[in-house]
T-cell receptor, first 116, second 114 residues
Framework: DVKVTQSSRYLVKRTGEKVFLECVQD?????MFWYRQDPGLGLRLIYF???????EKGDIPEGYSVSREKKERFSLILESASTNQTSMYLC???????????????FGEGSWLTVV | AQSVTQPDIHITVSEGASLELRCNYS??????LFWYVQSPGQGLQLLLK??????LVQGIKGFEAEFKRSQSSFNLRKPSVHWSDAAEYFC????????????FGKGTTLSVSS
């Protein structure tokens, strides 16, 4: 089974702190994603990466950055956390092989971040 | 720009009754469409996907969806709902033909009454 693991399920951070959310996948997938989920807004794409050291902005990249130094790991960084970044963060991955537009995107269980 | 609309925020269905969750998309070319389910506090699980061929797609847990190009719709159906189907359901479309990321609707919460 594909496994996407988010190391922290629940975090509480203070305003202004630098926050790292870590994600690891074990299927040698090329693509990795970070989404943010808020009630009534669904999932919104923050950043994605289609290869090591490559990244693309999604729909809401402001206030976030990412790092992909190894194929299996994709980190989301909040440089200076703010209360409006309190949310559920979902990491995901997919393969680029075959017909990539039809490839399944696999999700982690999410990281609940509260910024106080 | 591509977008996905799920018109129903919350639906309640009696156990054993049929279910239809609506999804409309906006996309210029042939869309690649997905339905995901999320149980409380969990990540998303793929129910089914469409990217070509037969417009009626079968998925896991007894779900199916029908792609209707003329109506720009991809509605999810199940003939008989079980209490364990209570969850949030998301429709999604691939952002482009390369399909590296998905655009999600805002979700429909399904409650099942006994």
């Amino acid at each position: 089974d594909v496994k996407v693991t988010q190391s922290s399920r629940y975090l509480v951070k203070r305003t202004g702190e630098k926050v790292f959310l870590e994600c690891v996948q074990d299927m040698d997938h090329e693509n990795m994603f970070w989404y943010r989920q808020d009630p009534g807004l669904g999932l919104r794409l923050i950043y994605f990466s289609y290869d090591v050291k490559m990244k693309e902005k999604g729909d809401i990249p402001e206030g976030y950055s990412v790092s992909r130094e190894k194929k299996e790991r994709f980190s989301l960084i909040l440089e200076s956390a703010s209360t409006n970044q309190t949310s559920m963060y979902l990491c995901a991955s997919s393969s680029r092989q075959g017909k990539p537009s039809g490839n399944t995107i696999y999700f982690g269980e999410g990281s609940w971040l509260t910024v106080v | 720009a591509q977008s996905v609309t799920q018109p129903d925020i919350h639906i309640t269905v009696s156990e054993g009754a049929s279910l239809e969750l609506r999804c409309n998309y906006s996309y210029g070319a042939t869309p690649y469409l997905f339905w995901y389910v999320q149980s409380p506090g969990q990540g998303l699980q793929l129910l089914l996907k469409y990217f070509s061929g037969d417009t009626l797609v079968q998925g896991i847990k007894g779900f199916e969806a029908e792609f209707k190009r003329s109506q720009s719709s991809f509605n999810l159906r199940k003939p008989s709902v079980h209490w364990s189907d209570a969850a949030e359901y998301f429709c999604a479309v691939a952002r482009n033909q390369a399909g590296t990321a998905l655009i999600f609707g805002k979700g429909t919460t399904l409650s099942v009454s006994s």
